[in-house]
């Protein structure tokens, strides 16, 4: 088989050793005769993978014990709704807008009734190529929402902004991928498809001052709720948080968050460094906003993208393409993608622009 390296943006690459114990145990989870697609949620194989991901994770990202961790389903797209349902009492919340994501967030705030969602900074003006600074607020919010990876647009907050107040993320495309004061955030969100385990499962952080505030809400959207009852008032995605376990466990293998993110940012710098001098291809991305994860480019003709995205996938370089918004490629460099990937790409692209120039 032709050798396949995955850029997509989500659902995305899986480390291999993950995807091979998966392979290996599939039939008979922990030998029990089951696989772990068969297995109660109310069984004691499931409630100890459940306990173990969710203490590795608590590892992983240093979450002391006033945060609660929950996997619940429905994607990031639900929390957008859900955040400010369960968190914004006063009805007063700050968005920064960064692009596509974070407008998703503010629109479905504004349906709650009685909301005032206030735009304090965007990067609009440089058509999202930048990160906002954000002024100083002067109201109280309920929360300031940032999105710290723009996975379309390729622009992340490399440092965590300071704001008046409780700050909440959008995560998806960057959880793990590098480290953050965690501890920072009153609310952290992301859906799982991208650097955790397969879609389905959502990945929500809350700080417990946070829980308890709002009665009577729709029990699935309750996180108060969820969080007594250990995210299984309901079924689980079993599959996917077992998945994710195995996940949280590869990466400590490999140095935690740290770790991790010093390989991210060697992958990421030979792709960047590759398009600093290339002639043909550039990053539209001002450099102090650029993404480990995820990295748009362009050769500015959009005949040319489409002859390199259809060269580089019949060559084993998938999912290149850029998203319908922004054109162009993109590749997405997720934890599991390997920094062979990155090299065996950028020496495709000098072939490529070598045959072109
Ligand atoms: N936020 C960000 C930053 C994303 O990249 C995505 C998905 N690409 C979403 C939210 C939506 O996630 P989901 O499909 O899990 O609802």
Same mark, same amino acid.
């Given at each position: 088989?032709?050798?396949?390296?995955?850029?997509?943006?989500? *659902?995305?690459?899986?480390?291999?050793?993950?995807?091979?114990? &998966?392979?290996?145990?599939?039939? /008979?989870?922990?030998? /029990?005769?089951?696989?772990?697609?068969?297995? !109660?949620?109310?069984?004691?194989?499931?409630?100890?993978? %459940?306990?173990?991901?969710?203490? $590795?994770?608590?590892? @992983?990202?240093?979450?002391?014990?006033? #945060?609660?961790?929950?996997?619940l389903?429905?994607?990031a797209?639900?929390?957008? %709704?859900?955040?400010?349902?369960?968190?914004?009492?006063?009805?007063?919340?700050? %968005?920064?807008?960064?692009?596509?994501?974070?407008?998703?967030?503010? $629109?479905?705030?504004?349906?709650?009734?009685?909301?005032?969602?206030?735009?304090?900074? !965007? /990067?609009? +003006? /440089?058509?999202?190529?930048? &990160?906002?600074?954000i002024?100083?607020? =002067?109201?109280? #919010?309920?929360?300031?929402?940032?999105?710290? =990876? =723009?996975? &379309?647009?390729?622009?992340?907050f490399?440092?965590? *902004?300071?704001?008046?107040? $409780?700050?909440?993320?959008?995560?998806?495309?960057?959880?793990?991928?590098?480290?953050? *004061?965690?501890?920072?955030?009153?609310?952290?969100?992301?859906?799982?498809?991208?650097?955790?385990?397969?879609?389905?499962?959502?990945?929500v952080i809350?700080?417990?001052?946070?829980?308890?505030?709002?009665?009577?809400?729709?029990?699935?959207?309750?996180?108060?709720?969820?969080a007594?009852?250990?995210?299984?008032?309901? $079924?689980? *995605?079993?599959?996917?948080?077992?998945?994710?376990? @195995?996940?949280?466990?590869?990466?400590? +293998?490999?140095g935690?968050?740290?770790?991790?993110?010093?390989?991210?940012?060697?992958?990421?710098?030979?792709l960047?460094? %590759?398009?600093?001098? !290339?002639?043909l291809?550039? !990053?539209?991305?001002?450099?102090?906003?650029r993404?480990?994860?995820n990295?748009?480019?362009?050769?500015? +003709?959009?005949?040319?993208?489409?002859?390199?995205?259809?060269?580089?996938?019949?060559?084993?370089?998938?999912?290149?393409?850029?998203?319908?918004?922004v054109?162009?490629?993109?590749?997405?460099? #997720?934890?599991?993608?390997?920094?062979?990937?990155?090299?065996?790409?950028?020496?495709?692209?000098?072939?490529?622009?070598?045959?072109?120039?």
């Open positions: 088989m032709q050798q396949v390296y995955n850029f997509a943006a989500g *659902p995305a690459v899986l480390p291999q050793p993950v995807l091979k114990q &998966i392979q290996a145990e599939f039939l /008979s989870y922990h030998g /029990s005769g089951m696989s772990i697609t068969e297995i !109660s949620h109310r069984s004691s194989l499931f409630q100890d993978l %459940y306990h173990d991901a969710e203490q $590795t994770l608590r590892q @992983l990202m240093h979450l002391p014990d006033n #945060y609660r961790i929950l996997f389903q429905g994607g797209s639900l929390q957008f %709704y859900m955040l400010p349902l369960n968190i914004a009492v006063n009805r007063q919340v700050a %968005y920064v807008d960064t692009g596509h994501w974070s407008q998703k967030a503010v $629109t479905e705030a504004q349906k709650l009734a009685g909301m005032q969602v206030d735009i304090v900074a !965007s /990067s609009k +003006d /440089s058509s999202y190529t930048t &990160i906002p600074e002024p100083t607020l =002067n109201k109280a #919010y309920d929360y300031v929402h940032i999105t710290t =990876n =723009n996975t &379309i647009e390729g622009t992340a490399n440092q965590v *902004p300071d704001v008046k107040g $409780t700050l909440v993320a959008d995560m998806s495309s960057n959880i793990l991928a590098q480290e953050y *004061p965690f501890d920072k955030f009153g609310v952290i969100y992301a859906g799982a498809q991208k650097n955790i385990a397969p879609a389905g499962l959502t990945v809350v700080r417990d001052d946070l829980l308890g505030q709002v009665e009577g809400l729709p029990t699935m959207l309750d996180y108060t709720l969820q007594k009852k250990d995210s299984a008032y309901n $079924t689980p *995605p079993v599959f996917d948080i077992y998945t994710a376990g @195995l996940v949280f466990h590869w990466l400590q +293998d490999r935690g968050i740290a770790g991790t993110e010093k390989i991210n940012r060697a992958k990421a710098g030979i960047y460094d %590759y398009l600093a001098q !290339s002639k291809f550039h !990053s539209p991305i001002a450099a102090a906003a993404s480990l994860t990295i748009p480019f362009v050769t500015g +003709d959009s005949n040319l993208d489409a002859e390199f995205v259809a060269a580089a996938d019949a060559a084993g370089f998938k999912n290149l393409k850029g998203h319908r918004l054109g162009g490629m993109r590749a997405s460099l #997720y934890n599991a993608l390997s920094i062979e990937a990155v090299t065996a790409l950028v020496d495709f692209m000098a072939k490529f622009e070598k045959g072109v120039g």
